[in-house]
């Protein structure tokens, strides 16, 4: 048993060390998606909601290449935001603490931005792209201090926000794929 766990152990650390493409979910304290619950101010109006959509959002870390697919309005199957979308960004928390109730400043503007296409329409909008990160950004990213802001010009705050949080299925696969090929090589 003891051999079986530090092989599991082994095959996870080398497949996370390997190059992987990683789904990322939209989570904040009131659920799942770009919703007005998850914003740390309030929200004026009927605010709408938003998720992925097409591939979601997924990030290569060897590339360090995010790519943002999430959409908000009745057209898309979510609910209408309380006007056009004034802005949208990436925000970066800079302070410990809980992610999920701390506000950040943009580090990757959405808003004539070359790489992404900002759809601002309230009820079919759409933010579409992809963009190499920094280290530190990367490094926010796995520690979940990122999510995607929608604001509107009732909302200048936010109206709908998630963060970006690795799926934890993600690794798992990762690890068991590894210790099976691991352990394929061993019997050989």
């Given at each position: 048993m003891k051999t079986f766990i530090a092989l599991t152990f082994l095959a996870v650390t080398v497949c996370a060390s390997q190059a992987a493409v990683l789904q990322i979910d939209l989570l904040g304290k009131a659920g799942p998606g770009l919703i007005s619950g998850n914003e740390?101010?309030?929200?004026?109006?009927?605010?709408?909601?938003?998720?992925?959509?097409?591939?979601?959002?997924?990030?290569?870390?060897v590339s360090n290449l995010l790519t943002v697919n999430v959409a908000w309005g009745s057209t898309n199957g979510f609910t209408n935001l309380s006007g056009t979308?004034?802005?949208g960004h990436i925000h970066l928390i800079t302070v410990a603490g809980d992610p999920f109730n701390t506000a950040g400043s943009p580090t990757i503007d959405f808003t004539g931005n070359p790489n992404f296409v900002f759809n601002t329409s309230?009820?079919?909008?759409?933010?579409?792209?992809?963009?190499?990160?920094?280290?530190?950004?990367?490094?926010?990213?796995?520690?979940?201090r990122l999510y995607i802001n929608i604001h509107t010009q009732t909302n200048a705050a936010g109206e709908i926000r998630g963060n970006l949080v690795p799926e934890p299925s993600t690794f798992l696969a990762l690890g068991l794929a590894g210790l099976g090929t691991f352990l394929r090589r061993r019997r050989a």
């Amino acid at each position: 048993m003891k051999t079986f766990i530090a092989l599991t152990f082994l095959a996870v650390t080398v497949c996370a060390s390997q190059a992987a493409v990683l789904q990322i979910d939209l989570l904040g304290k009131a659920g799942p998606g770009l919703i007005s619950g998850n914003e740390t101010n309030p929200i004026t109006g009927s605010p709408g909601t938003g998720g992925e959509f097409l591939g979601g959002i997924t990030f290569d870390n060897v590339s360090n290449l995010l790519t943002v697919n999430v959409a908000w309005g009745s057209t898309n199957g979510f609910t209408n935001l309380s006007g056009t979308a004034s802005a949208g960004h990436i925000h970066l928390i800079t302070v410990a603490g809980d992610p999920f109730n701390t506000a950040g400043s943009p580090t990757i503007d959405f808003t004539g931005n070359p790489n992404f296409v900002f759809n601002t329409s309230a009820s079919a909008g759409s933010v579409t792209g992809s963009q190499v990160l920094t280290a530190a950004q990367a490094t926010a990213l796995d520690q979940r201090r990122l999510y995607i802001n929608i604001h509107t010009q009732t909302n200048a705050a936010g109206e709908i926000r998630g963060n970006l949080v690795p799926e934890p299925s993600t690794f798992l696969a990762l690890g068991l794929a590894g210790l099976g090929t691991f352990l394929r090589r061993r019997r050989a």
